[in-house]
């Protein structure tokens, strides 16, 4: 609901419009290291008003990587830790744009989440990505920061889903 996406949003210390969100667990193949270099190296965070980037997920089992993304937080790093499904859905709903920035990945629950939600969205060019079937600037070159970062540094709402239909990846169409 909107109320609890403006509630968390407050406790996290971000604003509606102003936060890039990337969703998943945190393990090395979902690649959070590489947009957190591409968004330090994008700028977005100096400029008036910045841009945050917001990290929801956690790790199944603490380890190097994850501490490595949490020793990421500052001012404008946020990691959020799990957070409900509703909460999340929300957060799609308010963010400048939500990228998935993985090297490996099946048909990805939460890229077509963020779509459906109407969010701005950015992928990595792997294959379940790319069977997603957005436009071509919707995806960048998996494991390139600098690709990455000229990607966040274009018009963000370019990203935004024009021509999506989730009817392709709904279990009542499919079955029918």
């Known amino acids: 609901t909107p109320k609890v996406a403006d509630d968390t949003l407050a406790q996290l210390g971000v604003t509606a419009g102003q936060y890039i969100i990337s969703v ?21 965070a100096t400029q008036n008003p910045p841009i945050k980037l917001l990290i929801v997920g956690d790790a199944d089992h603490k380890d190097t990587y994850a501490e490595s993304i949490f020793a990421k937080t500052s001012d404008t ?24 920035p993985s090297f490996h990945e099946g048909l990805s629950i939460a890229a077509l989440e963020a ?10 060019d792997i294959q379940a990505n790319l069977d997603i079937g957005l436009p071509e600037h919707h995806y960048f070159k998996t494991g390139s920061a600098s690709d990455l970062t000229a990607k966040l540094a274009a018009d963000l709402s370019q990203f935004a889903p024009r021509d999506f239909d989730p009817k392709q990846f709904d279990w009542d169409e499919i079955a029918a």
């Open 24 to 44: 998943g667990r945190l393990v090395p193949e979902k690649a959070q290291d590489v947009l957190i270099d591409a968004f330090e190296q994008s700028g977005l």
């Open 77 to 100: 790093i946020v990691c959020a830790g799990r957070l409900p499904r509703e909460t999340i859905l929300a957060l799609n709903q308010k963010a400048a744009l939500f990228v998935l």
């Open 115 to 124: 779509l459906c939600s109407g969010a701005p969205v950015l992928l990595s």
